[in-house]
């Protein structure tokens, strides 16, 4: 008798299992559907007006143009993960490959995009550098053909500090 009690709680717990799995299914069902178009009604609109307002300002910098590009690879990677949305609400039969493929173009827009933020990051981060060591060195900074590089620039830096000016000095130090 204890086995059919055991056996029947298995299979309670199985049902309730099935159950709960069909619950979170069709509520992870529901929200896929409609988070993508959220996102639709934000993204795209504001994703126009930057790409607009980026395109008006003068003059176009590397870091306007990196926006730029930023925009039209959110709207082109919302337009690929809204159409195959489409196509699997719609029951449109694109094959195993025309499926994986759309998968995949959405999953490199999307990382095409974080990685325009990494370069935005360097860009800024260089842009800065280079404003820092024409600020602490503007004439090793001129002299060495705007030498960011520390390499290039640690011979004019040591007489810098050590506040010999004189270019003959320099020249003759450096070379040594």
Same mark, same amino acid.
């Given at each position: 008798?204890?086995?059919? /009690?055991e056996?029947?709680?298995v299979?309670?717990?199985?049902?309730d299992?099935?159950?709960e799995?069909?619950?979170?299914?069709q509520?992870?069902? +529901?929200?896929q559907?409609?988070?993508?178009?959220v996102?639709? =009604?934000v993204?795209?609109?504001?994703n126009? *007006?930057?790409?607009? /307002?980026?395109?008006?300002m003068?003059?176009? /910098?590397?870091?306007?143009?990196y926006v =730029?590009v930023?925009?039209?690879? #959110? &709207? &082109?990677?919302?337009f690929?993960?809204?159409?195959?949305? *489409?196509f699997?609400?719609?029951?449109? #039969?694109?094959?195993?490959?025309?499926? +994986?493929?759309?998968?995949?173009?959405g999953n490199l827009?999307?990382?095409f995009?974080s990685?325009i &933020?990494v370069?935005?990051?360097?860009e800024s981060?260089?842009?800065?550098r280079? +404003?820092a060591?024409k600020w602490?060195?503007c004439? *090793?900074?001129?002299?060495?053909? +705007?030498?960011?590089?520390?390499?290039i620039?640690?011979? %004019?830096?040591r007489?810098?500090?050590?506040?010999? /000016? #004189?270019?003959?000095t320099?020249?003759?130090?450096? %070379?040594t």
């Amino acid at each position: 008798m204890d086995n059919f /009690t055991e056996s029947g709680n298995v299979s309670e717990n199985l049902n309730d299992s099935l159950s709960e799995y069909e619950t979170v299914s069709q509520l992870a069902s +529901k929200i896929q559907r409609y988070y993508l178009w959220v996102i639709f =009604a934000v993204g795209v609109p504001g994703n126009i *007006a930057t790409l607009i /307002t980026v395109l008006k300002m003068k003059p176009l /910098t590397s870091l306007t143009a990196y926006v =730029a590009v930023l925009s039209v690879v #959110d &709207l &082109l990677a919302i337009f690929v993960k809204l159409s195959l949305l *489409a196509f699997q609400v719609n029951s449109v #039969d694109i094959l195993n490959g025309g499926c +994986k493929f759309m998968i995949f173009l959405g999953n490199l827009l999307v990382c095409f995009a974080s990685w325009i &933020l990494v370069a935005m990051a360097v860009e800024s981060v260089r842009r800065f550098r280079v +404003k820092a060591m024409k600020w602490l060195t503007c004439r *090793a900074y001129h002299e060495n053909d +705007k030498g960011v590089n520390l390499v290039i620039m640690r011979p %004019s830096l040591r007489h810098r500090w050590s506040g010999n /000016t #004189d270019s003959t000095t320099r020249s003759v130090s450096a %070379s040594t």
